[in-house]
């Protein structure tokens, strides 16, 4: 095994571009402002690697010396009518999927709206969507629109599963209950494949499993999946599924998007709203005035993608590609946000979730019902599942007493110490060690600059 596998005091590629201190504006002494900052947000946003550096470059310097003719005679063979495929074969790999499944495409939102005109066909018994409460905004909205274009209540249409009351995730079994229940009114099940506040992996085996058996639609949003967990889209029968490529992908700010249809909905389900890169390329430039879909997934392509944005998610792939895609990156992985689960859970100022009142949890904090800032010393506690295969790379932590500034005041001293998480309002802050680039030290790390921001709350509140 090589060294870089068993020793996670090293990074496992040298490719990314970690900002240092100094870059990010810390306030630390001057003799380590050079020093690469912890940067556990790739959650957000991954960094910028070399390879993708370069080859957005070579992809400039094409554009200044073949201008249109990049689109067909390309000095690297990456020609620019074809551009796509260079990636799709790995994006397949990653979400267990044939090549012909996916397509390298548009945005997470626009890609979830094609999805959904082309797979929620509700009816007068058949017309609920099934999703996780507070998912993502961005999904809510284009579920909500969805739901009205078709003449629905969104408030009537759409069915948002919480957690019980004191609990911050969803069970599996209350998932798949639900569902056997509710089916015959479900025309969509549609979840995130990992939740961006709580950092839960939903079943999504299980959850595919048991809307198909009800009769449903199953889809999914993998925003907070994709390059972070394992997954096998076509062997679990998944109808559909959308992402971005900016976050574990590390694609850049704003990355080019994805999808994937499973092959079984090829010779029954067309695009909707075509355009004309999801025609045939064999005719494409003839330009014929009738729509001639590919088959599968890139048949619902609309415009040509930027080859900007695809070479930039390239040059990641291909270091995914290189250190042995998912499984050895997944290994890595689990010991990492295990190795930074167990030094934050040593801190004097953590709180077992156990202990955390019910009240607090579901009145305070999930639904922020309640602005009125709680009384108590500050603490903080862990949302994300203590099972490791209920979760991906990211840890969520929510801090206390609810609705104070304590998230806010940790977050700010943690940004000034070099550490770089996000927060996630009301109370949480997410850090994410991602296999490719983190390291044990950045765990280490970021536990103790935690630590020294509270002592640092708790010598001001004296």
């Known amino acids: 095994m090589p060294l ?6 090293t990074m496992l590629s040298r490719e990314f571009i970690i900002p240092s201190n100094q870059d990010i504006g810390t306030k630390i002494p001057k003799e380590i402002a050079d020093q690469k900052c912890t940067y556990l947000c790739g959650n957000s946003l991954g960094p910028l690697n070399k390879r993708s550096k370069a080859l957005l470059q070579e992809e400039l310097n094409v554009w200044g010396t073949r201008a249109v003719e990049g689109h067909f005679a390309h000095p690297y063979g990456r020609e620019w009518m074809n551009i796509a495929d260079t990636v799709t074969p790995l994006l397949a790999e990653l979400v267990g999927a044939s090549e012909k499944e996916v397509a390298c495409m548009g945005t997470l939102t626009a890609n979830l709206h094609l999805m959904m005109a082309a797979f929620y066909k509700p009816t007068a018994q ?17 579920f909500a629109s969805q739901a009205r274009l078709h003449g629905y209540d969104p408030n009537e249409a759409i069915m948002e599963m919480c957690p019980r009351q004191g609990e911050f995730t969803l069970r599996e079994s209350d998932i798949v209950d639900l569902i056997v229940k509710e089916g015959h009114s479900i025309s969509l099940v549609i979840f995130s494949g990992v939740q961006y506040y709580t950092g839960q992996w939903f079943p999504m085996k299980a959850i595919t499993t048991a809307a198909k058996a009800q009769g449903c639609v199953c889809g999914w949003d993998l925003a907070h999946a994709i390059g972070n967990v394992p997954m096998a889209l076509h062997d679990w029968d998944v109808d559909f599924a959308v992402w971005c490529s900016y976050k ?19 010779n029954s389900l067309l695009p909707q709203f075509a355009g004309w890169w999801g025609h045939d390329p064999a005719t494409r430039f003839a330009m014929p005035p009738r729509f001639s879909a590919i088959p599968g997934a ?43 689960e167990m030094r934050l859970m040593k801190s004097r100022f953590y709180v077992p979730i156990n202990e955390v009142s019910a009240q607090c949890l579901l009145q305070d904090v999930m639904n922020g019902e309640d602005g009125t800032a709680q009384q108590g010393q500050p603490r903080f506690t862990i949302i994300t599942p203590r099972n490791p295969e209920s979760r991906g790379s990211q840890l969520s932590l929510l801090f206390l007493p609810p609705n104070s500034d304590v998230m806010d005041r940790v977050f700010r001293a943690l940004s000034a110490m070099g550490v770089v998480g996000d927060e996630r309002r009301p109370d949480v802050i997410r850090l994410t060690p991602a296999p490719l680039y983190n390291t044990l030290g950045d765990c280490e790390r970021a536990a103790s600059c935690l630590e020294e921001a509270f002592e640092g709350l708790t010598k001001a509140n004296l």
């Not at 870089?4 to 005091?9: A, F, G, V």
Request: aromatic share 10%; proline share 5%.
């Open 298 to 340: 890139q048949g619902f392509q609309q415009s040509n993608p930027s080859v900007l944005a695809t070479v930039s998610l390239l040059g990641s792939l291909q270091i995914f590609k290189e250190v042995g895609m998912m499984a050895p990156l997944r290994k890595r992985s689990l010991r990492l946000t295990s190795e930074l």
């Open 126 to 142: 058949r017309f609920k969507i099934l999703c996780e409460g507070r998912a993502f905004p961005s999904d809510q909205y284009a």
């Open 248 to 266: 574990y992908l590390n694609s850049g700010p704003g990355g080019i998007g994805g999808l994937f249809v499973h092959e079984k909905w090829e």
């Open 4 to 9: 870089q596998w068993s020793d996670l005091d």
